[in-house]
């Protein structure tokens, strides 16, 4: 699957931002979806996923009860709501794409994404 992520920007802390990923090329609702996220000089890390069903979701400890993540399968588009950001959530921003077989004790992990989309720029600001 294709994947087109897009609504990066420059944002103040406390602010907000809706991240979307367009799927295309084969079903989206096959999928699991994650969000990852890499800062310069880090490693990439674990943000959010979503089930094929949207019947689970996870959120990395440090985006928990500020980020939301969901999905519209008519739509083939998962999002990311980013709510009361801080200048440590500024990185690339990845959409992922994993087959709806994998466990869901493995969707933290990025080994288990087989597709993935271009990444979108978030800049928070102090």
């Known amino acids: 699957v294709q994947l087109q992520a897009s609504g990066g920007g420059l944002v103040q802390a406390g602010g907000s931002l809706r991240l979307s990923c367009a799927a295309s090329?084969?079903?989206?609702?096959?999928?699991?979806m994650g969000w990852f996220r890499q800062a310069p000089g880090k490693e990439r890390e674990f943000v959010a996923w979503?089930?094929?069903?949207?019947?689970?979701?996870v959120y990395a400890d440090s985006v928990k009860g500020r980020f939301t993540i969901s999905r519209d399968n008519a739509k083939n588009t998962v999002y990311l709501q980013m709510n009361s950001l801080k200048p440590e959530d500024t990185a690339v921003y990845y959409c992922?794409?994993?087959?709806?077989?994998?466990?869901?004790?493995?969707?933290?992990?990025?080994?288990?994404?087989?597709?993935w989309g271009q990444g979108t720029q978030v800049t928070v600001s102090s």
């Open positions: 992922a794409a994993a087959s709806r077989s994998r466990i869901q004790s493995v969707l933290h992990l990025d080994r288990s994404y087989d597709d």
């Open positions: 090329g084969r079903t989206f609702s096959s999928y699991n």
């Open positions: 979503i089930r094929w069903s949207s019947a689970g979701r």
